[in-house]
């Protein structure tokens, strides 16, 4: 079992539509969890992190954590086409170390 | 004014040949992170350092080296390159608990 894991997609959602990623991860433990956005040839970005269960909202943006299941997932609302990129979800692990553990992305494609 | 920076961001060489990545940040960060993301967008942990010592060293082959003179830069040589190291390479840096990770722009290896 993937330590974070992402559908790879691509997802394709219209242009003002609601675009929902998911990610579930193995490590019980897990405190932190984040939220990165890439462009294809760019950087990973921060767009969210989350801390405690439930949800958390920034703009467009909410991320919801479920910790019982484990689950944590980011929902865009009003999708633009600008959103279209691969989102990232990263887990820190339960270790001492500061160590991120990142999924393999989820592509998503907003249709104009 | 860039907060992570990395040298070069291109880089095409032969197998065989010894090549460094350079990489540099002006946020005061103390912990800053190599990670190898390959053609199918997985990033992984290759190495980490906290002021200057060495506190992540995941199951990388030792023709990689890092090297951190301070803790503001962490460099990466990398010996007798084969064309499996091949991948974007990316320096990031935190600071302490918020885990927040500032990425740089990536280097791309191709090894011919």
């Known amino acids: 079992q993937k330590e974070v894991e992402q559908n790879s997609g691509p997802l394709s959602v219209p242009e003002g539509a609601i675009a929902s990623l998911n990610c579930t991860y193995s490590?019980?433990?897990?405190?932190?969890f984040f939220w990165y956005r890439q462009y294809s040839g760019k950087s990973p970005e921060l767009i969210m992190s989350?801390?405690?269960?439930g949800d958390k909202e920034d703009g467009r943006f909410t991320a919801q954590l479920n910790k019982a299941s484990q689950y944590v997932s980011l929902l865009i609302r009003d999708s633009q086409p600008s959103d279209s990129a691969t989102y990232l979800c990263?887990?820190?692990?339960?270790?001492?170390?500061?160590?991120?553990?990142f999924g393999t992305g989820t592509l998503l494609a907003v249709q104009p | 004014d860039t907060a992570v920076s990395q040298t070069p961001k291109y880089l095409v060489t032969q197998m065989g040949n010894d090549k460094s990545i350079k990489c540099e940040q002006n946020?005061?960060?103390?912990?800053m992170y190599w990670y190898k993301q390959d053609s199918k967008k997985f990033l992984k942990i290759m190495f980490s350092?906290?002021?200057?010592?060495?506190?992540i060293n995941e199951t990388v082959p030792n023709r990689f080296s890092p090297k951190s003179p301070d803790k503001a830069h962490l460099n990466l040589h990398i010996n007798s390159l084969e064309l499996g190291d091949s991948a974007v390479y990316f320096c990031?840096?935190?600071?302490?608990?918020?885990?927040?990770?500032?990425f740089g722009s990536g280097t791309r290896l191709t090894v011919v």
């Open positions: 990031a840096s935190s600071q302490g608990a918020t885990m927040s990770y500032t």
């Open positions: 490590d019980r433990g897990s405190q932190s």
């Open positions: 989350i801390y405690s269960n």
């Open positions: 990263a887990v820190k692990g339960s270790g001492a170390t500061n160590k991120l553990i």
């Open positions: 946020l005061g960060h103390d912990t």
């Open positions: 350092y906290n002021n200057k010592e060495l506190i």
